[in-house]
């Protein structure tokens, strides 16, 4: 398989989406006129949502442009495998040039290139066939430049259906993934009406981050491509890279629950790939995801009084089921691929966002966005009061 260029790619990723659209699960038995009902509310909350985050934080987009150009899609299990392709190609597009060059220079790089692509296809497929049924909504900061969408497949299609790509680098898009929010709001036995503009509340944040700061999306796409730059495509070197991080998740994984020095969970298998620069990088891109999820998860809960009446049984629930898991399978997985980590970042950011908003108020926490120095580094996000001092003063 080669990418749009005519070049060799790393992955398969026509075979990853076939992959993962094979093996996903399916969603939530509903109606077509129920799935139909499902849809046109999401979208009716994600317009609602807009107004009461802006209103609650006080952020603005720094244009109607950006904002009309950041589109809000109603997805299924397989629209958001899609829409995660399209926005991986574009991602680790320097890495496929690095790649590229690496093998312009070996005999056998054909040959092995294409059954490496392959493969890594059909393990990439895998992995998102496990994750489509886990995100009930994402903020998607790569998408692909416009058109982001293909013609459905029957006039009476319910969902948006994101192109694979590749189409260049665009503003971003926001995903709902409807089957998984109903899954959720089944499972936890929550007035699905509430449930709904309450995920709205928190995907809808990420999308007022984003334009609202217009500084922020080129920031972080600064130090993902540094990051993947730092990236050693030496075979060898991964190989004992990957030896270190076998060692060391097989040591731990007899007790998945269990918790290293300092109260931490043990490190992921991403993590421990790292190369020492990358882990530098890794340290500032964890502060910034803190930051934000944090802000969501507290946004979403202050809104909710006023707009969602029963946000109190729908957050003591939900927290309940994002710390417990589904199963003892689901743990080590969410383990290996770094999900626990995503947890973690919930629980820091929102402790940052509220301990700098005690001290100084919203105003005072908007300061955060003025610039990439006056984002809180890994230690602050830890320490509020060491935030408020640095910025605020």
């Keep these: 398989m080669t990418s749009a260029s005519g070049g060799a790619d790393m992955v398969d990723w026509n075979l990853a989406v076939a992959t993962a659209t094979r093996l996903v699960r399916p969603g939530p038995e509903v109606s077509r006129a129920e799935a139909a009902a499902v849809v046109a509310e999401l979208r009716r909350h994600a317009l609602e949502a807009e107004e009461h985050v802006r209103a609650f934080t006080g952020m603005r987009s720094s244009s109607l442009a950006e904002a009309a150009a950041t589109p809000v899609l109603i997805v299924d299990r397989p629209g958001w495998v899609r829409a995660n392709v399209a926005g991986f190609r574009t991602v680790v597009q320097p890495l496929v040039e690095k790649l590229q060059a690496r093998r312009a220079n070996s005999a056998t790089a054909g040959v092995f290139g294409t059954v490496g692509e392959k493969a890594t296809g059909i393990e990439v497929g895998a992995l998102l066939a496990f994750l489509a049924t886990k995100v009930l909504g994402q903020y998607e900061t790569f998408a692909p ?4 969408l293909e013609a459905p497949d029957s006039p009476a299609a319910l969902f948006d259906k994101p192109r694979l790509g590749p189409d260049g680098p665009g503003p971003g898009r926001l995903l709902l993934v409807a089957p998984n929010i ?10 699905p009406a509430d449930f709904r503009l309450w995920v709205c509340l928190h995907e809808e944040t990420h999308r007022t981050q984003f334009t609202a700061v217009p500084w922020l999306r080129d920031h972080i796409q600064s130090e993902v491509q540094s990051f993947l730059a730092e990236t050693d495509v030496d075979p060898g070197a991964l190989l004992d890279r990957l030896r270190d991080a076998a060692g060391s998740l097989g040591a731990g994984l007899p007790g998945v629950g ?3 020095e300092g109260g931490q969970t043990s490190t992921g298998l991403l993590e421990i790939v790292q190369s ?9 891109l964890t502060a ?3 930051l934000l999820e944090g802000h969501a998860d507290v946004v979403m809960d202050g809104v909710g009084p006023a707009v969602v009446p029963t946000v109190a049984e729908i957050r003591e629930k939900f927290q309940q089921r994002r710390d417990r898991g589904a199963n003892r399978l689901d743990l080590v997985l969410r383990r290996l691929l770094g999900m626990d980590a995503k947890l973690r970042q919930y629980q820091d950011g929102a402790v940052f966002v509220r301990g700098v908003v005690e001290r100084v108020g919203m105003d005072g926490f908007n300061r955060v966005w003025t610039s990439p120095n006056t984002l809180p580094t890994k230690e602050e996000i830890h320490d509020p ?3 408020v001092s640095r910025v605020v003063g």
Excluded: Y
């Design 276 to 284: 020492p620069a990358q882990r530098e990088i890794l340290g500032r």
């Design 385 to 387: 009061a060491a935030w």
């Design 182 to 191: 109903v899954h959720v709001e089944r499972e936890l036995d929550v007035d």
């Design 288 to 290: 910034v995801m803190s």
């Design 145 to 148: 430049a416009e058109p982001s």
């Design 258 to 260: 269990n918790r290293g």
